[in-house]
């Protein structure tokens, strides 16, 4: 299974992300001509941020089973088998909104969005970049973070990366050469900085 | 938001009870603030906060991933080191251009009335002209004022772009500090010069060595408090007068129930002095009074309103995040900026009530507002008519939705170093004493802003109070004396929170225990006051125990001044982190590696109780050093 993998620490809060997806889901995929599109495109991934310093992207998961196509009433969501993308037909959505109470994540946003659609606020959550993985790419949002807070590929691949660092770093006490390396010192630095203003009063 | 909600919030966002009040009406009513904005921009870019983004040339932009992962160069190959050192250098060169051109008007003005082209200016202070004509060389005896004036207003001109290779108002500083100057070749050589020096550096392909880059970085913020600040004190003083020891008011409550309210807000005297002069026209009174008010209240907001206050006593509004709040009283007929740390969006806060927001100064205008240019030939006439269009403006204030907080603060003000010399007899020697007695341990200046990363004024204000509780004699400029005027800090009664030591010397004088020295520009009466002590001393200024602070800073005007601090010699907390965390290297060279130059070095500490226990054990380290 393939996914965009979150490691949190490592997210700085640019916010690139979120414009690569905008970008992603524009129609001319383009940053320039995209800010003067009709229906303007948005993100579909949000950082977040609390106290100001701690970030998380969050962005759907596309979950098996997905909690919102089960509860679905017109069955607009879908799964594409290939990618286990979980889709919306833009013209069977009611906009009734009860894929977003069912969604664990709070990721499911009612927005207009180009045509084909109607012409209201449909569910307009992650298509998981459908398009672009078509095209032998990653998910837009993957590609444009530049910290590895955001990874696509295998789950398992991704997570035996964390496991095999914890366990190098837990048995040698090293951290440098490990496939994810520590935060290091001035990072770590600045984030005391950030906790203690966020502490203060 | 619940009522409950709206309190718990104004309470988190401010410390002082009358911005308490107001913000709660921002809140109630729905008016945009600082803070509201600063929330919505979370989270902000980590790249843009470690320093580590290059948005220099077209090429990129380009950052550096400071987890250390591949992207460890920008396109045209600069490191980490070379981005953020050129980031940093950049700041502060606009930080030391917005000081010194202000300082520039100043003189401008002097020069102006000197010729006789000023409408309504004078030379003030012909003691200090005199003083200052004698440091430039410029012939006194027997000569006219205005022939005295424009020599040394064309003197001072002239160091902006200088071809002589050094600044005639830094050979103030101690031979030893100088030296330090001279031998680490950071001695400034003119002021325009070192801010066209950085911006060649910055350029694509120039200065990558991040040592290099912050060593020009000390000696362009030396060309503005040894510089441009201190021209703009100096001839702001020769213009308007030295100030001297007032009582005035602060906090919103200064704002007038019956008066048409005009608030004065910027940093530049020169149109908001006569503002106050003109003011006293009883023509004016009497419009006023033909419009249902009972006269005119000036308030002053920022650094404008330091300079009001120093010299003419005018009641202090507030500080740089009191602009949209001064407003939200509903009670302000017109805001009168010049510029610098004006909101951009002030024009919107203003839609939201009656105030007429007034632009002056052809480089900083605002659309959304009314703009009467400045001009020292006809500044008489634009004061009268900004004053005319308040008056006017007053039966469009709405009563029912005024509402002005009770209680002004009482402070004073107008600490000149020439004052606090004067005060102390004419020389140092008591204070000296004192210190070396241990009755006084040493001496701190607090400067600085307002930051929405901290709750207003609650840096400045506990910090000060630690201080002086520890016998630390604290001097203070800009929004950092305005957040302790409101406090209640700036008035000689405020001795009974100071330690026994400083309590005793500001009793026997009849001085607060924080005193207030100016602006932010006058910082470098900071600056003239530690080189007079170490000169009476015989050392340098890095030999002093002293140290500086801005715990609540946000401008680049602060990266300046806080780096022309510690390349004078005085180590100097930081209570925001600067956009240097990106590059250990350079964090390392600014908070160790300078120590081996200037004896003096930068810290980063939010905690104001912690920043007290960093500047007594500098203290302590210097009284040690001179055996005291």
């Given at each position: 299974m393939k996914t965009v993998f979150v490691r949190q620490e490592r997210c700085v809060g640019c916010r690139h992300c979120e414009v690569a997806c905008a970008i992603a889901h524009s129609q001319s995929k383009s940053l320039i001509p995209a800010i003067l599109e009709e229906t303007k495109s948005y993100p579909r991934i949000f950082v977040e941020a609390v106290d100001n310093y701690l970030k998380f992207p969050n962005r759907c998961r596309h979950c098996d089973p997905a909690p919102c196509m089960q509860v679905c009433p017109t069955g607009s969501l879908s799964r594409e088998e290939n990618t286990g993308s979980v889709l919306v037909d833009y013209l069977k959505c009611i906009s009734c909104g009860v894929c977003a109470m069912a969604c664990p994540f709070g990721i499911i946003e009612f927005r207009k969005v180009a045509k084909p659609a109607p012409d209201r606020e449909v569910n307009a959550k992650c298509d998981n970049c459908i398009e672009r993985l078509g095209e032998g790419g990653i998910p837009a949002c993957a590609y444009a973070c530049k910290t590895g807070a955001l990874e696509f590929g295998e789950i398992n691949d991704l997570i035996r990366v964390s496991r095999s660092d914890f366990t190098t770093r837990m048995i040698t006490s090293r951290g440098a050469e490990t496939e994810v390396p520590v935060i290091p010192e001035n990072i770590r630095a600045f984030q005391a900085v950030m906790e203690k203003l966020a502490s203060l009063s | 938001m619940t009522e409950q909600d709206i309190r718990i919030e104004a309470e988190r966002r401010a410390s002082d009870r009358t911005d308490q009040e107001i913000i709660r009406k921002t809140l109630d009513e729905g008016v945009q603030t600082v803070w509201d904005r600063f929330a919505l921009q979370q989270p902000q870019c980590g790249f843009g906060q470690l320093g580590v983004c290059c948005n220099n040339c077209a090429m990129g932009p380009c950052r550096i991933d400071p987890f250390g992962g591949k992207t460890s160069l920008g396109v045209c190959g600069a490191n980490v080191d070379t981005i953020v050192a050129r980031n940093l250098l950049d700041d502060l060169s606009v930080g030391a251009a917005a000081h010194s051109d202000h300082g520039r008007e100043v003189v401008q003005v002097l020069l102006e009335t000197a010729e006789g082209h000023g409408q309504g200016y004078q030379i003030k202070d012909v003691e200090k002209l005199h003083r200052l004509a004698t440091e430039y060389g410029i012939q006194t005896d027997g000569r006219a004022t205005n022939d005295i004036a424009k020599d040394l207003a064309l003197g001072i001109l002239e160091e902006y772009g200088t071809i002589k290779n050094r600044i005639q108002l830094a050979e103030r500083a101690p031979e030893q500090t100088k030296e330090i100057w001279r031998k680490t070749?950071?001695?400034?050589?003119?002021?325009?010069?070192?801010?066209?020096?950085?911006?060649?550096?910055?350029?694509?392909?120039?200065?990558?060595?991040?040592?290099?880059?912050?060593?020009?970085?000390?000696?362009?913020?030396?060309?503005?408090?040894?510089?441009?600040?201190?021209?703009?004190?100096?001839?702001?003083?020769?213009?308007?007068?030295?100030?001297?020891?007032?009582?005035?008011?602060?906090?919103?409550?200064?704002?007038?129930?019956?008066?048409?309210?005009?608030?004065?807000?910027?940093?530049?005297?020169?149109?908001?002095?006569?503002?106050?002069?003109?003011?006293?026209?009883?023509?004016?009174?009497?419009?006023?009074?033909?419009?249902?008010?009972?006269?005119?209240?000036?308030?002053?907001?920022?650094?404008?309103?330091?300079?009001?206050?120093?010299?003419?006593?005018?009641?202090?509004?507030?500080?740089?995040?009191?602009?949209?709040?001064?407003?939200?009283?509903?009670?302000?007929?017109?805001?009168?900026?010049?510029?610098?740390?004006?909101?951009?969006?002030?024009?919107?806060?203003?839609?939201?009530?009656?105030?007429?927001?007034?632009?002056?100064?052809?480089?900083?205008?605002?659309?959304?507002?009314?703009?009467?240019?400045?001009?020292?030939?006809?500044?008489?006439?634009?004061?009268?008519?900004?004053?005319?269009?308040?008056?006017?403006?007053?039966?469009?204030?709405?009563?029912?939705?005024?509402?002005?907080?009770?209680?002004?603060?009482?402070?004073?003000?107008?600490?000149?170093?020439?004052?606090?010399?004067?005060?102390?007899?004419?020389?140092?020697?008591?204070?000296?004493?004192?210190?070396?007695?241990?009755?006084?341990?040493?001496?701190?200046?607090?400067?600085?802003?307002?930051?929405?990363?901290?709750?207003?004024?609650?840096?400045?204000?506990?910090?000060?109070?630690?201080?002086?509780?520890?016998?630390?004699?604290?001097?203070?400029?800009?929004?950092?004396?305005?957040?302790?005027?409101?406090?209640?800090?700036?008035?000689?009664?405020?001795?009974?929170?100071?330690?026994?030591?400083?309590?005793?010397?500001?009793?026997?004088?009849?001085?607060?225990?924080?005193?207030?020295?100016?602006?932010?520009?006058?910082?470098?009466?900071?600056?003239?006051?530690?080189?007079?002590?170490?000169?009476?001393?015989?050392?340098?200024?890095?030999?002093?125990?002293?140290?500086?602070?801005?715990?609540?800073?946000?401008?680049?005007?602060?990266?300046?001044?806080?780096?022309?601090?510690?390349?004078?010699?005085?180590?100097?907390?930081?209570?925001?982190?600067?956009?240097?965390?990106?590059?250990?290297?350079?964090?390392?060279?600014?908070?160790?590696?300078?120590?081996?130059?200037?004896?003096?070095?930068?810290?980063?500490?939010?905690?104001?109780?912690?920043?007290?226990?960093?500047?007594?054990?500098?203290?302590?380290?210097?009284?040690?050093?001179?055996?005291?």
């Open positions: - | 070749g950071i001695m400034p050589r003119s002021i325009d010069r070192e801010i066209v020096e950085a911006m060649h550096r910055i350029h694509m392909g120039v200065d990558a060595d991040y040592v290099n880059l912050l060593l020009h970085a000390m000696r362009t913020s030396l060309s503005d408090g040894w510089g441009g600040s201190m021209a703009a004190t100096e001839c702001s003083d020769i213009l308007f007068g030295t100030p001297t020891p007032l009582t005035s008011i602060t906090n919103l409550a200064t704002l007038s129930r019956d008066k048409v309210n005009i608030v004065l807000h910027g940093h530049n005297p020169l149109l908001s002095q006569m503002i106050v002069n003109v003011a006293e026209d009883p023509d004016l009174k009497r419009m006023a009074e033909e419009k249902g008010a009972k006269g005119i209240n000036l308030v002053g907001m920022c650094c404008t309103g330091n300079e009001l206050l120093m010299r003419s006593g005018i009641p202090l509004a507030g500080s740089f995040f009191d602009q949209e709040l001064a407003i939200a009283t509903g009670a302000v007929e017109a805001m009168v900026v010049d510029y610098q740390c004006i909101y951009h969006s002030i024009p919107l806060t203003a839609g939201c009530y009656h105030t007429k927001v007034i632009t002056t100064s052809t480089k900083g205008k605002i659309s959304g507002t009314i703009y009467k240019e400045f001009k020292p030939e006809s500044a008489r006439d634009t004061a009268h008519e900004i004053i005319k269009l308040a008056i006017e403006n007053y039966p469009n204030r709405n009563p029912d939705r005024v509402r002005i907080p009770e209680r002004p603060m009482k402070v004073m003000a107008g600490f000149s170093e020439e004052t606090i010399r004067k005060a102390l007899g004419g020389t140092y020697k008591p204070l000296i004493d004192a210190i070396v007695a241990g009755t006084i341990r040493g001496c701190v200046g607090i400067v600085g802003c307002n930051n929405p990363r901290i709750k207003q004024d609650y840096g400045h204000i506990t910090l000060a109070k630690e201080l002086i509780k520890r016998n630390i004699l604290v001097v203070e400029t800009g929004c950092s004396a305005i957040a302790c005027g409101k406090a209640g800090l700036l008035v000689p009664e405020a001795a009974d929170l100071a330690g026994e030591g400083l309590a005793s010397v500001c009793r026997l004088l009849g001085i607060p225990p924080v005193l207030h020295m100016g602006s932010c520009v006058d910082c470098s009466r900071i600056l003239v006051l530690a080189a007079n002590i170490a000169k009476e001393l015989g050392v340098g200024i890095g030999d002093l125990p002293i140290g500086g602070a801005a715990p609540e800073w946000y401008s680049q005007k602060a990266i300046s001044i806080g780096t022309y601090f510690v390349s004078s010699g005085v180590y100097t907390v930081l209570g925001i982190p600067p956009k240097i965390f990106g590059s250990t290297n350079v964090l390392n060279l600014l908070a160790d590696g300078v120590k081996g130059i200037t004896n003096s070095a930068f810290a980063v500490e939010p905690d104001p109780l912690k920043t007290a226990d960093l500047l007594e054990a500098e203290i302590n380290r210097k009284r040690k050093a001179l055996n005291i």
